[in-house]
């Protein structure tokens, strides 16, 4: 019996897909120092691998990121993305992401925010935070393009900055956002019951630095912000954000309220590439779905109101953010 060209391209086609989507991801793991607070950085880098194992898994702590440590990166010049964890969170708290961008042929750098991560909380409510996250990205940055093994592999002139809450906050700080934090207080007197944000310490900003540089960073030229810190940027501190901007949040985020962040800004924006809202989503469902020991460990942040596909919606965070960083990086 003759065997059509249909009974073949079904299977094989599942088969070549899965192997076109399977490009290795290599990962390393760094230390940064961060001169004008003069910290030290953790930063982990996913990056396409011309040698790594196809699904190759690495454990790190309750997560399993899809790379192999110490792998070889890809021939060629590759776009590079600076990812920011929220507050309180983990460099590889987004590493289905990163693993999303790297098989696409990005560099993705993940720093763990000296001061804000879920092992330091040392510089919660404070500038050397949030106004040093920013320096902390720059530096990281500046680090990577340097580097033995990746400066030979990365185009300097395509460089974008993604980020969650807090970190989706950093990367409108890189795109020129300037924060007013005596917005904090009129805030927490409208919603008392916003503790994640309206702690007794965050009313008042502890000042550090007297004359601290600008946050900035001309070398990104597009930003990927995930339900970001916005309650205390306003139209002028939003004015000089000229690089495109896409916007996500979840319509039921009961830690930064839409109306008083995502959606507020997105009104604001020069330059807004998309605005999307995830229906019925809370804050953390931007976190990569959990593994059954983190969600032992950290309910609160693993578990999603009915209804909601956590890992759908990352199925589509990866493959807008891969389409908005082709379009405005490639």
Not at 182 to 211: Q, V
Not at 243 to 249: C, D, G, I, K, R
Not at 310 to 330: M, P, S, Y
Request: charged share 20%; hydrophobic share 45%.
């Amino acid at each position: 019996m003759a065997i059509t060209r249909y009974t073949l391209s079904f299977p094989l086609l599942l088969l070549l897909n899965n192997a076109l989507h399977a490009q290795p991801v290599g990962l390393r793991v760094l230390e940064v120092k961060e001169p004008i607070t003069d910290t030290i950085v953790p930063v982990a880098v996913m990056y396409p691998s011309s040698d790594a194992k196809p699904y190759a898994e690495t454990q790190q702590g309750p997560y399993s990121l899809a790379a192999q440590r110490g792998a070889a990166i890809a021939a060629g010049k590759h776009p590079l993305i600076l990812l920011s964890h929220g507050s309180g969170g983990s460099m590889f708290g987004h590493h289905d992401l990163a693993a999303s961008l790297a098989r696409h042929g990005y560099v993705v750098a993940m720093p763990e925010h000296a001061g804000d991560s879920f092992r330091d909380r040392s510089g919660f409510a404070t500038d050397r935070v949030l106004l040093g996250r920013a320096w902390q990205a720059s530096a990281v940055i500046s680090a990577v393009l340097v580097d033995a093994q990746f400066m030979q592999h990365i185009d300097a002139t395509r460089i974008g900055a993604a980020g969650f809450s807090a970190g989706g906050y950093t990367a409108l700080l890189l795109l020129g956002a300037k924060p007013d934090f005596s917005r904090f207080r009129p805030f927490c007197e409208k919603y008392p019951k916003t503790p994640e944000i309206c702690d007794h310490t965050t009313r008042t900003i502890r000042i550090t630095l007297p004359d601290p540089p600008p946050t900035a960073d001309a070398r990104i030229r597009a930003g990927f912000a995930m339900a970001p810190l916005s309650l205390i940027l306003d139209a002028d501190g939003l004015k000089d954000v000229r690089s495109p901007v896409f916007l996500y949040t979840g319509a039921k985020d009961p830690v930064l309220i839409p109306a008083e962040n995502a959606n507020r800004i997105s009104k604001l924006l020069p330059n807004l590439y998309r605005y999307r809202e995830v229906e019925g989503a809370g804050h953390y469902v931007f976190l990569a779905p959990c593994s059954a020991e983190l969600a032992l460990e950290a309910p609160s942040i693993c578990t999603d109101p009915r209804g909601v596909d956590r890992a759908a919606i990352h199925r589509q965070i990866a493959e807008d953010a891969v389409k908005f960083f082709d379009g405005t990086l490639k």
